[in-house]
């Protein structure tokens, strides 16, 4: 296919990058001279120094054959109208815009969809990393969750201990004890890995790998007490877009959505249910939160304030979300919240880069904002040409 990217900024040019990668034709256009130069010594195609808004340039770099065209400069408006101009001027490619204002976009007008603006995509940073750390959470950070894509299957992992339902029993006596279709795929024993009979015997520290729907792992994990393995206590820093969106997950308030990790969270007794506490440092921000989330522990502080974490008692907790717009401190607060107690941790960066640093200090999932954006427009080229009607 072929590919028109506007913006030779980050995400634009790793964007280039992955889709020369793929055998696609791009062209890439920037009225920066300075970053059109660099770029062009470092991807193999086109590079145009202009503005991306005229239809000169853009009949140079061949929008008449183009498949897509991608907006992605530093400002929103600028990618919202130049989308609208090609797609009121052309007829073939779709256009995907990067707009990060969210009130451009939310609430759309009733019966309007992104062809509002005439744009057939539009890509929200805050919105696409919110949903990749949310996830995170409901695919792994808490508990190993595979979903087998096109059926309702689902696989989870659980630790036997010794006061375990589970401890000591084979196989074959665990089918009979529960009324539900379900299947023990592998047993994880030490270092090895175990396709289990109907007389094994699974032993202490074993870790047992269930396959069922999630109706079913439901039921058994609720009538064999293991809803002590899902989270209790969450701490999200930051009360921007991207937290809101994590508090609104935990608190059961996206009706839309059904995971097996809010499933499991119903189980537990009122008074053991999961608290959520948000730290942010803005008043006003604070303020909204509190009549957004009146079942949240909102906390207006600084995180970064010596000794905050452990004057608010927060040890052995079950999870940190760090959301803040400041990488580095994302980075630093969730490695010191491990090394004080915390079983999980979830950083948001904004570089590339600093994923890999992330995972080397410990921290369990780190989600980057432009990986996220340069992730959801490649698979809406994937998708191949769907415009919106």
């Not at 990217?5 to 040019?13: E, P």
């Not at 001279?33 to 770099?61: F, R, W, Y």
């Not at 491990?338 to 570089?351: D, Y």
């Not at 994923?355 to 989600?367: E, F, K, M, S």
Request: proline share 3%; glycine share 6%; net charge neutral.
């Amino acid at each position: 296919m072929k590919v028109i990217i506007v913006g030779a900024g980050v995400v634009g040019i790793q964007l280039a990058k992955r889709l020369i990668e793929e055998h696609h034709d791009v062209v890439l256009i920037d009225k920066d001279p300075e970053a059109v130069k660099n770029t062009s010594h470092s991807i193999d195609c086109m590079v145009i120094q202009d503005k991306g808004n005229n239809l000169i340039v853009l009949k140079k770099a061949g929008i008449d054959k183009a498949d897509f065209f991608i907006c992605v400069t530093g400002s929103d408006e600028l990618n919202l109208v130049t989308c609208n101009m090609v797609s009121q001027s052309f007829s073939k490619p779709v256009t995907i815009a990067r707009v990060r204002n969210e009130d451009y976009i939310y609430p759309m007008p009733i019966g309007m969809s992104h062809k509002y603006y005439n744009v057939d995509h539009i890509i929200n940073p805050g919105k696409e990393t919110s949903e990749a750390i949310i996830r995170s959470i409901e695919s792994g950070v808490m508990r190993d969750i595979t979903l087998f894509e096109g059926t309702r299957f689902e696989m989870t992992s659980l630790q036997v201990q010794k006061s375990s339902f589970f401890s000591g029993k084979a196989v074959k006596d665990l089918r009979q004890a529960f009324p539900w279709e379900f299947l023990i795929g592998v047993i994880l024993r030490g270092d090895s890995y175990i396709i289990p009979s109907g007389d094994t015997v699974i032993e202490d520290k074993d870790t047992i790998y269930f396959i069922a729907t999630r109706e079913n792992l439901i039921e058994i994990f609720k009538i064999v007490g293991e809803s002590n393995l899902i989270p209790r206590s969450v701490v999200i820093v930051g009360g921007g877009e991207i937290g809101s969106s994590v508090a609104s997950f935990f608190l059961g308030k996206q009706k839309e959505r059904q995971s097996f990790i809010l499933a499991l969270m119903r189980l537990l007794p009122k008074g053991k249910r999961r608290a959520v506490t948000i730290v942010e440092k803005d008043y006003q921000k604070c303020k909204r939160l509190a009549e957004t989330f009146p079942d949240a522990l909102i906390l207006n502080a600084d995180i970064s304030d010596e000794g905050f974490l452990e004057e608010q008692g927060f040890k052995e907790h079950d999870l940190i979300v760090t959301t803040t717009e400041k990488e580095d401190l994302n980075v630093i607060t969730a490695m010191y919240a491990k090394s004080q107690g915390f079983s999980k941790a979830v950083t948001l960066v904004m570089q590339l880069n600093y994923v890999n640093v992330a995972y080397r200090l410990g921290i369990d999932v780190a989600i980057s904002l432009k990986n996220c954006v340069i992730g959801s427009i490649l698979k809406l080229i994937r998708r191949g040409d769907v415009k919106n009607t």
